[in-house]
């Protein structure tokens, strides 16, 4: 299986929908269980993301079941590796929440779930990749090799 | 509670967030003086300066716009005579990147026939911003 450098672009909206719907139920939902095992399935989804393929998460195969035979072929595909990116700042996040609610600390765990919401939802309503922007003043950082 | 809290500053972050995005997306600043402006030569870009104008893209491997960008850039370079258009990897380039301060990608920077930046935007530009800019630096030319 080669990994698929292209994707609809309208899937990764319906992707980030979904990712935003599930981490704004983290942050409403004031129940301690019922907030860990939604982080621990959005962190395996964003695991399966980044590091098997846009493709392979489970909300990905959602779109392709439900979404996609609805509103037909996409007029135009997007280069996969920003959105890869962006999945692997998620899951970042995510887990540092994880983490922090597993290690007491709530409020930790409600704040770095806020920051991966807001650029789920970013994504989701607009396109902008939030992690995407982050990328070249991280690399600006970082000791110039290049 | 929290929860709820931190649900609300996220919402508002977002729009926030949006709104600057659209605002600052292709906006080109108005031109620096000319006594501080960078001046790029044909040796740094690797491609000999338009006659009149240079559009200088630095794009990113993870950059959704890039790409978008690169069409409306080429397509102004196309109609406007004197102009080219060099897109410059920005991870080739950091030294350059820091130097000339480029925090995204794409930017976008206009030089003048000199070579010297005139001005530039951050993000997907709309072609009538970059035919303004190109006007701009054109008839500020001496």
Redesign the interface.
């Known amino acids: 299986m080669s990994q698929p450098t292209q994707v609809d672009p309208r899937g990764l909206r319906v992707v980030a929908g979904i990712t935003a719907a599930v981490l704004?139920a983290?942050?409403?939902?004031?129940s301690e269980p019922v907030r860990i095992v939604l982080l621990a399935a959005q962190v395996a989804v964003f695991a399966v993301a980044a590091l098997v393929g846009l493709q392979a998460s489970p909300y990905a195969k959602v779109y392709a079941a439900v979404v996609r035979p609805r509103i037909g072929p996409p007029a135009e595909l997007?280069?996969a590796?920003?959105?890869r990116?962006a999945q692997i700042v998620g899951l970042a996040f995510t887990t540092v929440a994880l983490v922090a609610l597993l290690a007491g600390a709530?409020?930790v765990a409600?704040?770095a779930?806020?920051f991966a919401?807001?650029a789920a939802?970013?994504n989701a309503?607009?396109?902008?990749?939030?992690?995407?922007?982050m990328?070249?003043?991280l690399?600006?950082i970082a000791p110039?090799g290049? | 509670?929290?929860?709820?809290v931190?649900?609300a500053?996220?919402?508002v972050?977002?729009v926030v967030?949006?709104l600057v995005?659209?605002w600052r997306n292709g906006r080109f600043a108005s031109a620096a003086p000319a006594d501080d402006q960078e001046r790029l030569t044909a040796g740094q870009l690797g491609v000999p300066l338009g006659e009149r104008a240079t559009l200088v893209q630095f794009s990113?491997?993870?950059?959704?716009p890039c790409?978008a960008t690169r069409v409306v850039l080429a397509d102004v370079a196309a109609a406007v005579p004197g102009v080219v258009t060099v897109d410059i990897d920005?991870?080739?380039?950091?030294?350059l990147?820091?130097d000339l301060g480029?925090?995204?990608?794409p930017t976008v920077l206009v030089l003048d026939a000199s070579g010297a930046v005139t001005t530039r935007a951050s993000g997907l530009p709309r072609r009538d911003q970059v035919l303004a800019a190109l006007d701009r630096t054109v008839a500020d030319a001496p």
């Open positions: 704004a983290v942050l409403v939902i004031p997007e280069d590796r920003p959105p990116f709530t409020t409600l704040i779930t806020a919401l807001v939802l970013l309503a607009v396109g902008l990749c939030l992690g995407c922007e990328y070249l003043v690399r600006r110039s290049a | 509670m929290t929860g709820l931190v649900l500053v996220a919402l972050a977002t967030i949006a995005m659209r990113s491997a993870f950059c959704a790409r920005a991870e080739e380039h950091l030294q990147v820091r480029i925090m995204r990608t």
